[in-house]
């Protein structure tokens, strides 16, 4: 489906990548394009410096609601190339037409030293594939949005207070002696139940 529409966000994960020379395990990290859209659309990715890092299948397709990952590899991990701050550009094209609708730049950094693991330098997303657990379920979230669990007690708990409002409301007293009563049950009920709600 071609598509004649103003640029569109390109949703792009991490935001930034940061990789450390004396911990190996960072030299390869995993950008995570997605694309919330309802047509598919075609990307690709550059760099300012492409003879620093290998990006394993730099263009592509993804699907409507669809995510890809791209596996980025420093490849020339040495003293000489920390804290020079690089750049990819993240392209997203038309899937029929390759017209542009958007991109994003991503920065990165080589850092000296070692990755901190008690620290995560305040970005955990900067972390490698094999220990993004947390970004992996980020990607569950982003693919399969659920609403949260509902406490069982809880839910049961609303119901009985429901019926017991009902039920007052269906006695049959006269109409004044009703309103009387039923106000002060109902406020006395909720109470209880936003008592129970910030006690559980």
Same mark, same amino acid.
């Given at each position: 489906?071609?598509?004649?529409?103003?640029?569109?966000?390109?949703?792009?994960?991490?935001?930034?990548?940061?990789?450390?020379?004396?911990?190996?395990?960072?030299?390869?990290?995993?950008?995570?394009?997605?694309?919330?859209?309802?047509?598919?659309?075609?990307?690709?990715?550059?760099?300012?410096?492409?003879?620093?890092?290998?990006?394993?299948?730099?263009?592509?397709?993804?699907?409507?609601?669809?995510?890809?990952?791209?596996?980025? !590899?420093?490849?020339?991990?040495?003293?000489?190339?920390?804290?020079?701050?690089?750049?990819?550009?993240?392209?997203?094209?038309?899937?029929?037409?390759?017209?542009?609708?958007?991109?994003?730049?991503?920065?990165?950094?080589?850092?000296?030293?070692?990755?901190?693991?008690?620290?995560?330098?305040?970005?955990?997303?900067?972390?490698?594939?094999?220990?993004?657990?947390?970004?992996?379920?980020? !990607?569950?979230?982003?693919?399969?949005?659920?609403?949260?669990?509902?406490?069982?007690?809880?839910?049961?708990?609303?119901?009985?207070?429901?019926?017991?409002?009902?039920?007052?409301?269906?006695?049959?007293?006269?109409?004044?002696?009703?309103?009387?009563?039923?106000?002060?049950?109902?406020?006395?009920?909720?109470?209880?139940?936003?008592?129970?709600?910030?006690?559980?």
């Amino acid at each position: 489906m071609s598509l004649n529409i103003q640029k569109i966000p390109v949703f792009v994960f991490p935001n930034s990548l940061k990789f450390y020379l004396s911990t190996k395990s960072t030299h390869k990290q995993l950008l995570t394009l997605y694309n919330p859209y309802d047509f598919p659309v075609r990307f690709k990715v550059l760099s300012t410096s492409p003879n620093k890092y290998a990006v394993i299948d730099p263009e592509g397709s993804i699907g409507p609601q669809m995510l890809v990952d791209i596996v980025i !590899r420093h490849t020339a991990p040495i003293i000489s190339n920390c804290n020079v701050v690089d750049k990819f550009r993240i392209s997203m094209q038309d899937h029929a037409t390759k017209q542009l609708l958007g991109k994003r730049d991503i920065e990165a950094l080589l850092m000296p030293g070692e990755r901190d693991n008690i620290s995560n330098d305040g970005d955990f997303q900067n972390l490698p594939h094999s220990d993004r657990s947390t970004t992996d379920e980020q !990607r569950m979230y982003m693919t399969n949005r659920t609403l949260p669990a509902i406490n069982s007690t809880n839910y049961i708990l609303s119901i009985v207070i429901g019926l017991v409002c009902v039920i007052t409301m269906l006695l049959p007293t006269q109409e004044e002696t009703r309103s009387r009563l039923v106000f002060p049950l109902i406020f006395i009920l909720a109470s209880i139940l936003s008592w129970y709600w910030h006690m559980s």
